[in-house]
């Protein structure tokens, strides 16, 4: 079991090729027991945005704050606050932050990755 805020859980700069103004918070993985999904939650500043790229598992995406762009095969599909995005194995993506502020959301992805 774990329980802890979110704030607290190290915050590290996503460094793949591509990704410009990312960090990510690494808030359920297999160090804390999950077997079977793990939970992340990404912050992008104004103007940032996450690599294209592919990879061959799902996300699901829950967005807590902020307003942006999901690039998914090529198309742009707006979202913004309490939006949910599922983005299935295999697709070319990308998040990028529209907005003036931070665009906070939370991604699980499976564990096994």
């Given at each position: 079991?774990?329980?802890?805020?979110?704030?607290?859980?190290?915050?590290?700069?996503v460094?793949?090729?591509?990704?410009?103004?990312?960090?990510?918070r690494?808030?359920?993985?297999?160090?804390?027991?999950?077997?079977?999904?793990?939970?992340?939650?990404?912050?992008?500043?104004?103007?940032?945005?996450?690599?294209l790229?592919?990879?061959?598992?799902?996300?699901?995406?829950?967005?807590?704050?902020?307003?942006?762009?999901?690039?998914?095969?090529?198309?742009?599909?707006?979202?913004?606050?309490?939006?949910?995005?599922?983005?299935?194995?295999?697709?070319?993506?990308?998040?990028?932050?529209?907005?003036?502020?931070?665009?906070?959301?939370?991604?699980?992805?499976?564990?096994?990755?």
């Amino acid at each position: 079991m774990k329980i802890a805020k979110s704030s607290d859980i190290a915050k590290k700069p996503v460094e793949m090729e591509g990704a410009n103004g990312v960090e990510i918070r690494w808030l359920i993985s297999k160090d804390d027991g999950a077997e079977n999904f793990a939970m992340r939650m990404f912050e992008l500043q104004s103007g940032g945005c996450t690599p294209l790229h592919t990879h061959p598992h799902e996300h699901e995406v829950f967005v807590i704050e902020g307003r942006g762009v999901l690039v998914c095969e090529g198309q742009e599909h707006e979202f913004g606050r309490e939006y949910v995005i599922f983005v299935p194995g295999n697709k070319e993506h990308r998040f990028k932050n529209t907005g003036d502020s931070i665009l906070r959301f939370l991604c699980l992805i499976p564990a096994a990755v």
